[in-house]
Structures are given as structure tokens and as C-alpha cells.
């Protein structure tokens, strides 16, 4: 008995090196797949927002943490700026600020660009141990191992993480599954230093995402589980109540959420079961130390007393959340409990890609094979159920909710995907070893007194720290049926005769094993093979520097540099550039002028203002752009190359947006017959807006034909000229068009044209007025 | 509680219940060790405390909300921590047999230290 102790103890041993070593790997593969991007492009920042909390993390390197908190930003949203440190979720320019300012301390001069451009990918490798730790705590490190690689390389994490993708969710992923796991490791071990250590995780994420709100209800819905099926346990409380208290302050230090923390409904479901843990547990309590008649009559007598106390609480709870506007739920929050919610009431919502529910090929892109996996996870799950796996079932019933209604939540399901995939393969695994491994009789010989024992300890060597010590624990936050079952079970031997009894009689066939991992390794190349797939070509692109095969050689298009460049150069200082809000960031970062509205979309009627003069016609459009103060106006172009995502395809979103708060414009006057075109069978309106001419201005001079190569047509109105507008400057590939506003007049000549402007000011200063209003 | 929910025809079989579970329940927590008792003091005065707040904020008004919060929170959060120790220090609670106590109370001042940094941050 002695030399299989020492045995087993030498192979933990050896599979905990192993498992270090494996660990180490995992980083270093989650850390290098996302390079793709560094490598075939160059190390630049990605697509907006990046670029924003670029902008910021360079301001706070330059200027300190004080200065940061206090920064009013007044380059953008002209004229009414932006407040950046109160608006702000500081997290990911904080960490990528802190390991700057490390590296530099350490006198490693790298610059802030690259610290920001590698943060992601470094985020990434912890997520993936973090994730290993998560799945260790629910079902073994076998598990934990296996989910930890798949979570390296999922597509969807990676679309969110690759080198360059400088954004909240890169952080805060990793913050997310560790919050998960302090939680479940509170929930086992229930030891006070790992609940201290949850609320500082969770503090993280609220630092860095929005979607922290996710926590906050999902831990509130799992202890609720567990409460509502017989389940609480003093861990249970010991787990949640502390983070709730501290997770609160927290928060509320948090200058984005602030007092959000108690005032608005997404977090009144933590206060609500707050209050019912404590009274299940003081229920529980007062359970152990009466005598089963006595709390009988003691549950007799509160239950008509309390019933009516509870009735007032809810009463009073329902009349809290009713009295706050929009029953104190947010847009995006609303727009994720009634899917239908954005599309009918906030367009700006509604008209972000990102915010589209999925479609399905979008699910098998995103997490592949592990679609197919989840289910055998979930059964896995539940054999045995335990208070960490009922937790991981409920965070994958959420999360795939949730990703149902946007496609950016698809990240939130990709970790829990990961989870429950690496424990269906390793259960799978493990099962098929371990028959394998009975029926081969070399070495059922070596040890037949052990033979069950033995191979349930050494089915993969990941496996061998999983063994005795795991599965009683597990064992232990089973119901209390089984608990005491396994304590008589635990006085005799006997039971490990029975339960190897039972092992055999649960081999499979040799062949059929066999087969199967077989499969089972095939399935897990496809999926290698598709993710490495999706980081190299689907998702690495940086979106301001394009690139295109065709049969002469590759071809870049550097035209959003080009111009932003172009507009640092060549323009003064202070001069306000009005584009459409998805190059707001952009042109304030890179290069450095004033913008009306940018992808921070806190103000709608400004927005709509810049959308209802993109979609006027040229004079209304230019009163609307001098009254605020604009000098240049920035438009971008696809027709020339065939760029999908070009302002004339958003147009319908400008148009639906300006409308919404200045009724002139209306939706139906751009499209014929209830469809959108740009040929010569689109409406006036559609032909005389700004949005048009800035476009296609000249366009005809390129092929004489003016081809829309997007659009696949030829457009409708080739020949005309700008009176209000002169084009300063287009890119190489038209994909950016520069136009400056030309000076007003100082006189007008012309009677015809004098009764013009008679007829027209009436309208115009209408509009005006319309304009006045959010300022 | 128990007393005012009398009001079913066998009013007297109540009260005499009730009676019945008040001498239970006081003769089963008189047996409780007085280490466990001190703590539930605490946590009554904490709890006494907080709601002393919350009187005051609905006579006097929520101007300094995040004092009134901080306030509040601190009372409620050291309530709950000291529930925390009082179920790991408990003896009869098989759960943490292995736990010693000095470790339960180390992580309860550790947590403790983090809660009052936190609302000193908070007081503004």
C-alpha cells in the first residue's frame, strides 16, 4: 500500500509539472495565433474604438492618472466636448497605461502603440489559464486543460483579440472567466480571502466593460438555483453575500457606473436575492438548532407573518424600479431582454453591425466544432451535478441567449463553449482511455488488484491530478443524499470492489474506442485547423489598411491613412471635420482635428444633425455644416474599388437616424418602391442629397461610365457640379473624398437667384431652430 | 413577528405556541459558546446601526449619497463579513472542520481592510 502511495504521489508530481508545462504552451499558442495580423500587415491599431482608447492611453501616459480622470475632451463632439474620464471604462487603458509604464521603468523603451497593439494577445494567454483554473475547479484539470487550448484559439475570442484589436473586450474577457472562477473556487473552498479576491476581480471588470452587468446577474441567478432546489450551503453565502457588498462599492468607485450601481434595475437582482439569502440562511439557521417539531410550529407562524412583510418588499421594490424612467433599464440592456426593442425605438443601436442578432453560419464560424460539443457537456455536467457545474450550466443557457440576440455577445458564449466542450472531450477521453486500458491485458496483469483504481488515476497523464482527491470534493457539493451515502461508503473498502465492478461493466468494446478517439482527435484537428483558418485570413484584417488578391498580385489600399494624413498636413489646428460618427475616432486620433460626432454615440440629436445634413441638399446641408462651424467634410467612397462598407451603403441609417429627430427628412422619399438604388431609377431626393454628390462627384471621369462597383450599377445623375462644396482632396483608390466647404458669399447677384434666397431662408431658419435645440 | 400574526380563531393555542418556540429558541442559543455570541452581538449592533442610517436618510434627506451608501454599506458589510466568521468559527458546522480559526480570522480582517479602504475611497 505504501508503494502505490508513493506511486501515486510521484505521478501527481509528474502530471503537475506536465500540466505547468502544457499550461506554459497553451499561453504561448494563445499569445502567437493572434499575430497574424503584426505579421501580415504591420503592428497598427485596428478598426475605431481602438483607436479612441489608443488616443487615451496615449494621453494618459503623457499627462497622469489625475490629469486622465479630469480630462475634458473638446476634439470632439464639437461644440459641446466630451468629458473622457467620467464616460470612460478606464480598465484597458489603465493596464495597458500601468505595463508601459513598467516596461519603461524596467528600461525597455517600447513604445505606447506597441504596448497597446500586444495587450490583447497577452490578455488572451491569461484568459486561457484562467479559463484552466475555472474548469479545474468544476470538473478536474483534465478538463481544465483540454478547455484551456480550445479557448486559445476559439475564432470568436480570436476576432475580438488579435494583435492591433486594442478594445475593452480584450481585457475584459479574461476578467470575466477569472471573476468566474474566484466565484466558484469561493463556492468550494468557502474561505473568505478567495471572496475578497472575487470582489476585486469583478471590480476589474466593471473597470473594463459594460458587460459587467452580465456578473451581476448571473451570480445572483445561480445562487437563486441553488437556494430554490435545496442546495444552499453556508458556502454558498459565504460566496455571495461579501461580493455583493463589496462588488456594490466597488462599482459605485467607478466613475462611468457611479451611482448606476444601486440606482438602475440591472443590478437590483443582486439586493433582491441578497436579501433572500439571508433569510434562507438565518431559515437554515434556526433549522439547526431546534427540534424538528418546534420549526414546525416556527414555520406555522412566520410563514403567515412573513408572507405579508415579503408582499411589502416586492411592492415596494416594483414601485421603485416603475418610478424610473424606462423602468430603469438601459437602451442596450432593454434591447437584450426584447430583441425587437432597438430596432423600434433607438436606430443608433439598431444600426451598429456589431448589435444584428447572429446568423447561423456565424455561430459554426465563430465556435466550430465546439457547437456540436457543448451538449455532451452539458450532460457531463449534470453526472454529477455539483454547485460549480449547475453554475457553468446556467452561464451557457445565458450566454447562448444573449449571443442570440447580438453578435457581439457571441464572445461572452465563446468561453462558456470552451468550458463545457473541454469537459465533454475530456469525460470522452477518459472514458475511451480507460476501456482501452481494462482491456489490454499487459496491464491489467501489472496490477490486478488495483486495475480499477489504478486506471481511473492514470488514464492521460493530465488526468492524474484529477484522481481521489477532486472527485470527493465533488462529491461533496453533491446533494446531501449522496454526501451521506459516500460517508458510510467511505468506512469500508468494500465499495472500491463495486464501483471497479461497475467500471468494468461500463467498458466499451476496444474497436469501438479506438475509433472514436480517433474521431474525437479528427474533430479536434478540423477545429485547429479552422481556427488557425479564421485568425489568418477572416480576422486579422485592421480595417484601415486593405488589401485585395487578384491576377496581378496583391494589392493595398492605404487610403484612410492617406487621407487622415492629408488632413493633419493641410489643415489648420482648430478646423472641425464633419464625417458619419464611424470615423469620428479615427480622424481625432490619427489625424488630430476636431470631429462633430464620433462612435461614442451619447448624443443622438447630434448625430441625427450631421445625418439629416448629409441627406439635404446641398445648401441646406452647407447652412447646417457652418452653423457648426465645419470646414471640411469627410466622406468615404467604395464605388471606385469595390469597398463594401462605404457611407452610401450606410445611408439608410443616416437618413433613418436624422429622422428620427428632425421629421423633414423621411425615409420613404430615398427609395423607389421600397428599395434602395442609386441608378438612374433612384428619386430626386435620393439624387439631389449631399450625401450623393460627395460620393459621386466626378466619379464619371474615372471610366467614363461611372460603374458602381459596389452597388453593381451605374449610377443615376453622372454630371453635375458642386455650388456649395469644392473637393480639396480624394485618395489614391477614391476610397476617401475630402471636401471643404466653400466661404459664404458676400453678395448675391442675380434677381432670380435673390427670390431664391428669399424663398429659401424661411426654411432654413426653420431648420435652424430645429438645430438649435440640442445645443 | 410571531405575536402579531395572531389573529386565527385559536388565538390562544398560538400565543401559547409561540411561547413554546421563543423558550426553545432562547434555551437552544443560550447553549451556543460565547465567543459566537460576542459575535452576534456585533453584527445586531451593525445591523442597528445601518438601520439608524436609513432613518436618518428618510428624515433628513440622501444629499451626500455616496456618504449615506458608504455609510450604509459599511455597516451592512461588516455585518456580513462578521456572519462569515461566525459560520466559519462555528464548531458545530462540519463544513469547516479543517479550517482553523486564526486562518478564518486573518481572511476576515484581510476582507475587512478591503471593505473600509474601499468606503474611505467612497466617503468623498
Redesign the interface.
Known sequence: MAATDAQTSLRHAFGNVLAFFILILIGVLAFSIRLFSVIKYESVIHEFDPYFNYRVTQFLTKNGIYDFWNWFDDRTWYPLGRVIGGTVYPGLTLTAGTLWWILNSLNIPLSVETVCVFTAPIFSAFASWATYLLTKEVKGPGAGLTAAVLLAMVPSYISRSVAGSYDNEAVAIFALIFTFYLYIKTLNT????Y??LN??AYFYMVCSWGGYTFIINLIPMHALLCIVTGRY???L??AY??LI??G???A??VPVVG?NA?MTSEHFASFLVFILIHVV?LVYY?K????PK?FK??V???V???L??CFAMIAVLVAMVASSPTMGWSGRSLSLLDPTYASKYIPIIASVSEHQPPTWPSYFMDINVLAFLVPAGIIACFSPLSDASSFVILYIVTSVYFSGVMVRLMLVLAPAACILSGIALSQAFDVFTRSIKLQLPSLSIDSPVDAGDGSSESVVPDDTVKTDKTEDTQKERTSKKSRSRKSSSESVEKPSSKSQIKKRLSVLPLETSIIAIVLLVLLGAFYVVHSVWAAAEAYSAPSIVLTSHSHDGLHVFDDFREAYAWLSHNTEVDDKVASWWDYGYQTTAMANRTVIVDNNTWNNTHIATVGTAMSSPEKAAWEIFHSLDVKYVLVVFGGLVGYPSDDINKFLWMVRIGGGVFPHIKEPDYLRDGQYRIDNMATPTMLNCLMYKLSYYRFVETDGKAFDRVRRTEIGKKHFKLTHFEEVFTTHHWMVRIYKLKPPKNRIRGKTKKSKSKANPKTVSKRKELKRNPF | MARTSSSSPSSSSITKDAQDLLRALWSAYSATPTNLKIIDLYVAFAVFTALLQVVYMALVGTFPFNSFLSGVLSCVGTAVLAVCLRIQVNKENKEFKDLAPERAFADFVLCNVVLHLVIINFLG
Not at chain 1, 468557502?190 to 480571502?193: E, H, K, R, T
Open positions: 468557502g474561505s473568505l480571502f471572496a475578497t470582489s476585486i450551503s453556508s458556502r453565502y459565504i453575500a461579501p457588498v463589496l456594490t462599492l466597488l459605485a468607485l451611482f444601486v440562511a434556526i439547526g438548532i431546534l427540534s418546534m410550529v416556527a406555522a407562524l412566520v403567515s407573518g412573513g405579508a412583510v
